[in-house]
């Protein structure tokens, strides 16, 4: 079984005033089972890297450039980041394809950016509600997952999160059986498209109003191997109940 993952995105959110939190988090964690995970923003990157060094909590980037360097004003390289302490990117998130503009062809090439940094690439898919409305979920999802995860894929270097754009923020969820459906469907996928056992081992993270009172229900389902959280990372007694979740 993979090792279950408990992925934090602070997305826009979080100043200095909110390492409060992140200490509260560091300080309820000690010791896991399961790793844990934070994406802050990136001022607050490098900072949080060194407060955790000597706890089981590891941080990531929520985006990067293609390119190693360059004359992109604003923007942040896959080297940058690690630079700075991150060990996973975020790549692909539903609300980077839609304000963006990113397309599977961009998030590809960004996977591949972080791979060439030595990082962990978190490839995002999910559908919106117009298409799960219309039953094209599982063929949303796959189109997506081919289109933006490069051949070179290991269990190592890469993690799919299944976010469905219509449950991020809004306190909806698919039922478990929908989750179940998806997860199943995205393990199939992998497993054909790549060895079998690189596919059984690549995790599978659910992501969308994950929080306390459900994330024990969606982490017992079979091939969900924890999630990305959103919301719920910001508060620390939230993200500390989820990755007790996490741990079993």
Same mark, same amino acid.
């Given at each position: 079984?993979?090792?279950?993952?408990?992925?934090?995105?602070?997305?826009?959110?979080?100043?200095?005033?909110?390492?409060?939190?992140?200490?509260?988090?560091?300080?309820?964690?000690?010791?896991?089972?399961?790793?844990?995970?934070?994406?802050?923003?990136?001022?607050?990157?490098?900072?949080?890297?060194?407060?955790?060094?000597?706890?089981?909590?590891?941080?990531?980037?929520?985006?990067?450039?293609?390119?190693?360097?360059?004359?992109?004003?604003?923007?942040?390289?896959?080297?940058?980041?690690?630079?700075?302490?991150?060990?996973?990117?975020?790549?692909?998130?539903?609300?980077?394809?839609?304000?963006?503009?990113?397309?599977?062809?961009?998030?590809?090439?960004?996977?591949?950016?972080?791979?060439?940094?030595?990082?962990?690439?978190?490839?995002?898919?999910?559908?919106?509600?117009?298409?799960?409305?219309?039953?094209?979920?599982?063929?949303?999802?796959?189109?997506?997952?081919?289109?933006?995860?490069?051949?070179?894929?290991?269990?190592?270097?890469?993690?799919?999160?299944?976010?469905?754009?219509?449950?991020?923020?809004?306190?909806?969820?698919?039922?478990?059986?929908?989750?179940?459906?998806?997860?199943?469907?995205?393990?199939?996928?992998?497993?054909?498209?790549?060895?079998?056992?690189?596919?059984?081992?690549?995790? /599978?993270?659910? %992501?969308? =109003?994950? !929080?306390? +009172?459900?994330?024990?229900? #969606?982490? @017992?389902?079979? &091939?969900?191997?924890?999630? /990305?959280?959103? %919301?719920? =990372?910001? !508060?620390? +007694?939230?993200?500390?109940? #989820?990755? @007790?979740?996490? &741990?079993?």
């Amino acid at each position: 079984m993979p090792r279950m993952l408990a992925a934090g995105n602070w997305k826009m959110n979080g100043l200095n005033s909110s390492l409060g939190e992140f200490l509260a988090i560091l300080e309820a964690n000690t010791t896991s089972e399961a790793e844990i995970l934070i994406c802050p923003p990136v001022t607050l990157l490098a900072a949080m890297a060194e407060l955790s060094r000597d706890f089981p909590v590891t941080i990531g980037a929520q985006d990067c450039h293609a390119n190693a360097s360059g004359a992109h004003t604003g923007d942040l390289s896959a080297e940058m980041l690690a630079d700075a302490g991150a060990k996973y990117v975020i790549v692909g998130h539903s609300e980077r394809r839609a304000d963006h503009d990113e397309t599977d062809e961009v998030v590809r090439a960004k996977a591949e950016a972080t791979w060439r940094a030595g990082l962990t690439a978190i490839v995002c898919v999910g559908e919106t509600e117009a298409q799960r409305d219309a039953g094209q979920t599982l063929d949303v999802v796959a189109t997506q997952m081919n289109g933006s995860i490069p051949d070179s894929a290991t269990a190592e270097n890469l993690v799919v999160a299944y976010e469905p754009v219509w449950a991020i923020g809004t306190g909806r969820t698919p039922t478990l059986e929908e989750i179940d459906q998806v997860h199943d469907g995205m393990r199939t996928l992998l497993c054909t498209r790549f060895d079998t056992e690189v596919g059984a081992q690549v995790r /599978l993270l659910y %992501g969308g =109003s994950v !929080k306390p +009172s459900n994330a024990d229900e #969606i982490f @017992a389902i079979g &091939n969900v191997d924890g999630g /990305l959280v959103g %919301g719920a =990372s910001l !508060k620390a +007694s939230d993200f500390n109940a #989820i990755i @007790a979740a996490a &741990n079993g």
